[in-house]
């Protein structure tokens, strides 16, 4: 498998400040690695594929310019909620993907609870 | 479009009892289906797959899922419930068979002693 990490586990800001959450990985080279969102008590949401040396795809409905992604190594993409509001709280996931032959699978970081007070 | 339901959003098992959780998909084509299990402060593990070899399908920690084309369902099962067993638990589908995924709502499963 792969280890993941992310960094915060937990950030309170306020609101209209930017936070940056990095996701990292710790034992293989990630061309792709995805990022989700989860609101309480449901669903994981995919909010854009992040692609090293390139620009990230973004889900229909989620801003690009509002969440930027920048995915500049093999082992580190960030995630910048820019201009805060309380209603991007939520649990923020990443993983990374590994390539193996047609049977690949995504490794999941431990997510980072953003407030936005 | 795929997409998965889980019909329950809380099971409640006894320690030692078997454990079902229920996941309906919907999808055009075969999908590849996936559970997760997700326990708090820690990432979402994946417990087990199917894309399209056998229908029963073994995973990790003892439980099992069975695709049942028929039902457009993939339930999992374990045989015998222990406490670590307690998380959330995802049935998930891949989108049009790329490396995207579509997570169900996610069941809660509490295991009482």
């Known amino acids: 498998g792969a280890v993941v990490s992310q960094h915060p586990s937990r950030v309170i800001c306020k609101s209209g400040t930017s936070v940056k959450i990095e996701c990292r990985s710790l034992d293989f080279q990630a061309t792709t690695m995805f990022w989700y969102r989860q609101f309480p008590k449901q669903s994981l949401m995919l909010m854009a594929t992040?692609?090293?040396?390139?620009?990230?795809?973004?889900e229909q409905g989620v801003e690009k310019d509002k969440f930027l992604i920048n995915h500049a190594s093999l082992t580190l993409s960030t995630l910048t909620v820019t201009s805060a509001h309380p209603e991007d709280s939520s649990f923020y996931i990443c993983?990374?993907?590994?390539?193996?032959?047609?049977?690949?699978?995504?490794?999941f970081g431990p997510g980072t609870r953003l407030t936005v007070l | 479009a795929q997409s998965v339901t889980q019909l329950d959003s809380h099971v409640s098992v006894s320690e030692g009892t078997p454990v079902l959780l229920r996941c309906n998909y919907s999808?055009?084509?075969?999908?590849?289906l996936f559970w997760y299990v997700q326990h708090p402060n820690k990432g979402l593990q994946l417990l087990l797959k199917?894309?399209?070899?056998?229908?029963l399908v073994k995973g990790i920690n003892g439980f099992e899922a069975e695709f049942k084309k028929s039902e457009t369902s993939f339930h999992l099962t374990k045989p015998s419930a222990h406490m670590s067993d307690a998380a959330e638990y995802f049935c998930?589908?891949?989108?049009?068979?790329?490396?995207?995924?579509?997570f169900g709502t996610g069941t809660r499963l509490q295991v009482f002693p």
């Open positions: 998930v589908v891949s989108y049009y068979n790329t490396d995207k995924l579509i």
């Open positions: 992040s692609n090293e040396g390139s620009k990230a795809t973004y």
């Open positions: 993983s990374v993907l590994l390539l193996a032959g047609g049977r690949n699978e995504q490794f």
């Open positions: 199917y894309t399209s070899a056998a229908t």
């Open positions: 999808s055009s084509y075969s999908p590849s």
